[in-house]
C-alpha cells in the first residue's frame, strides 16, 4: 500500500532536492541521507541519470524515492516506470494534473499564487509545493495565501537553507520544506551529506 502525499510530506522536516549527474552516486547518496534521517528523496529529472538513480535509490531500506521538476505527461510515465514513489512538479496544467491524478501517484504540484491553488483544488489536490518560495514574497506572502485555503497544506522549496527552514517550518500552513543544501554539488561526500541530513532532520516542524 502506496502511503499518500500527505504521510510521505510528515515523515520528515526536510525534503532533499537532488540534482544527479552519475547514477554510480545514487546509493551512496540515499545511504547517507536515510542514515542521518532524512528518509524522503526527491531526485530532480534535470540530468540524464536521473531516471536510474531513482530505480537505484529504491534499493536503499527506508527510502522513499520521488520525482521532481516533472513538467508533463511523458516525463510523468517515464518517472513512474523508474520506480518513482511520489512526484514533484515546479508548477500545475491541466494536462499534467489530470494525467497525475489518473495514474494514483502521490503528487506534490508547485504553486505560487491563489490561481494555481484553486486549479489544484479543481482535481480533488489540497497538498502544494510553493515553489519558488524565497522569490514569490517568502513567508509573508505564503502566510497570506494560506489563509483563504484552510486545508490545504504547503511544502516551501527554493532558496531556503538550513538557518531560514526553521521559520518556514513554524508556519501552521507547512508540513516540510525542500532544500538542495543537504546535497551540495560536486564530488559525492557521504559523510558531509549525512551530517547535513541530520542537521536537517533534527528541525521540528510547528
Known amino acids: 500500500m502506496s502511503q ?15 540534482v544527479i549527474d552519475r547514477v554510480e552516486d545514487a ?9 542521518g534521517g532524512l528518509t524522503v ?42 520506480g ?4 514533484v512538479s ?11 491524478v489518473a495514474s494514483g501517484i502521490p503528487f506534490l504540484p508547485g504553486t505560487a499564487n491563489a490561481g494555481d491553488i484553486m486549479r489544484g483544488m479543481d482535481l480533488g489536490l489540497d497538498r502544494f509545493k510553493f515553489f519558488p518560495a524565497a522569490t514569490s514574497g517568502g513567508i509573508p506572502a505564503l502566510k497570506a495565501l494560506a ?9 516551501p522549496t527554493g532558496g531556503i ?25 560536486g564530488r559525492l561526500d557521504p559523510a558531509r551529506i549525512e551530517t547535513l541530513a541530520r542537521e536537517a532532520a533534527a528541525l521540528s516542524c510547528h
Open 4 to 18: 499518500s502525499i500527505d504521510q510521505i510530506m510528515r515523515l520528515a522536516p526536510v525534503i532533499p532536492v537532488i
Open 27 to 35: 546509493v551512496p547518496m540515499a545511504e547517507a541521507l536515510v542514515a
Open 41 to 82: 528523496l526527491e531526485v530532480t529529472l534535470r540530468t540524464p541519470a536521473a531516471l536510474d538513480a531513482i530505480t537505484a535509490m529504491k534499493s536503499v531500506k527506508g527510502a522513499v524515492v520521488g520525482a521532481g521538476t516533472v513538467l508533463d505527461p511523458a516525463m510523468l510515465a517515464g518517472a513512474i516506470h523508474a
Open 84 to 87: 518513482a514513489e511520489f512526484i
Open 90 to 100: 515546479p508548477g500545475l496544467t491541466d494536462n499534467l494534473g489530470k494525467a497525475a
Open 147 to 155: 489563509g483563504p485555503f484552510g486545508q490545504a497544506r504547503f511544502c
Open 161 to 185: 537553507s538550513l538557518a531560514t527552514a526553521p521559520d518556514w517550518l513554524t508556519l501552521e500552513a507547512v508540513l516540510c520544506v525542500g532544500g538542495s543544501w543537504v546535497v551540495p554539488s
